[in-house]
Every structure is written in C-alpha cells, then in structure tokens.
C-alpha cells in the first residue's frame, strides 16, 4: 500500500510540473460577474455564488457548524461546572457593551435582510449577532442568560432552521425556483434572501448555545 501512495505522489508531481492549469480570460472578468447576477437575481454576486453556484459547499458549511457546536457540548460534557465566572463589573463597562449589543444585533439584522442587496450576507449577520450576545453574556448573569435561551426554544429553533435551510436548499438544486422580482429591490433574488435569514438564524442562536457552554464549564467565553 506505500508503493500506491508513493506512485500516486510521483504522478500528482509530475502532473504538477508538466501540465498547465487553465488560466482565466480576465477580459470576460466582467461578463461573469453579470452572468451571475442575472442567474440569481440579486446584485451581490457574492451572495449570488454562496447561495446558488456553490449551493453544495455552502450547506456543508453550515452542517460543520452544527458539527462543531455538538462537539464542543459534547467535549465539556463531562467537566465540572466552573466555580467562578468572569465577567465585567463596573458599570462604565456594563453600558458600552450593551451599547455594543444593540449596535452588532442592528447590524446583523440589516445584513441578513438586505445582504443579497449590498456586502453582507447570513454568514456575517450570524457573527454579527453572535458578538451581540457575547457582549450581553459578558455582562449578565448566565442564570438570566440561560432562561432568556431556553424561554426562545433558541436550541429547537438553531435545528429548525438548518433543517428548513437544508430542504430549501435541496428544491432549489432540484432547479426549482421562486421569481427573481425585480434586481435591486429588498424582494428579490427568489429563494437567496430566506437563505440568508436561516443562515444568520444558525450561526447566532449556534453561536449562543457555544457561549453558554463555556461560561458554564470554563468561567470565560
């Protein structure tokens, strides 16, 4: 069995050496970009690649996430609970991180309704939304934190939506699609802007249930 890994690294070497790889026509750079914001229908071609040419990476992208946020639950399973918890104290503190909060959670809020329309998208909604909940953590008791995520259901609505993102992302590589409406307006683009919600939906409410692991099991986010 090395022989055949042996071989097969000689061969991706010489394979490397002697054939070219395909080199981009970067005066048709343009026209592609319009290709794909025609094809989806929204004015962010990034959005436009993410959530519909590379629709398979991204759903695997997501189911990572999920991956790594069972693992880390169930790595600190087994720990004991921390005796101290580090958080702010003063009060000076106190408010410029909730001001933070409020600040991070409006802007996850606007980039997850309009990123197919401007830079944004689901991915950086959810970040931005999961700093706004690490910035109230930080300054809240993890009692209080811990109803407020069980009060929401965060944990079944977190499944919910990869489960609701992956069956729409499903139809949609099945080649069904809603109608583009009108490029540049807030509906538009079919399905890419429900993708986007679900996506910021995840990676916030993923991000929490990480936050509350490690306040519990560490004492510091």
Known sequence: MKWVYFLSGIALFVKMLLIANPTMDLSQQSSI?????????VPNA?????????????????VVFTIAILGASFMLANEQPSCAIYQFTDQPSIILA???????????IELAIRGHLSPGGGFAAGVAGGTAIGLVAITSSPQWM???YKRWHAATLEKVSVLVFIVLSVI???????????LGTLFSGGILPLLNILVAVKVALGSWAVMLVFIRYRGLL
């Open 33 to 41: 970009v319009e290709l794909v914001v025609q094809d989806s229908g």
């Open 46 to 62: 990034v959005s436009g690649i993410i959530l519909r040419n590379r629709l398979y990476d991204t759903i695997f992208e997501v």
């Open 98 to 108: 909730r001001l933070g909060a409020t600040i991070a959670a409006l802007v996850g």
């Open 146 to 148: 811990q109803e407020i």
């Open 172 to 182: 949609t590589l099945s080649g069904y699609e809603l109608p583009h409406g009108e």
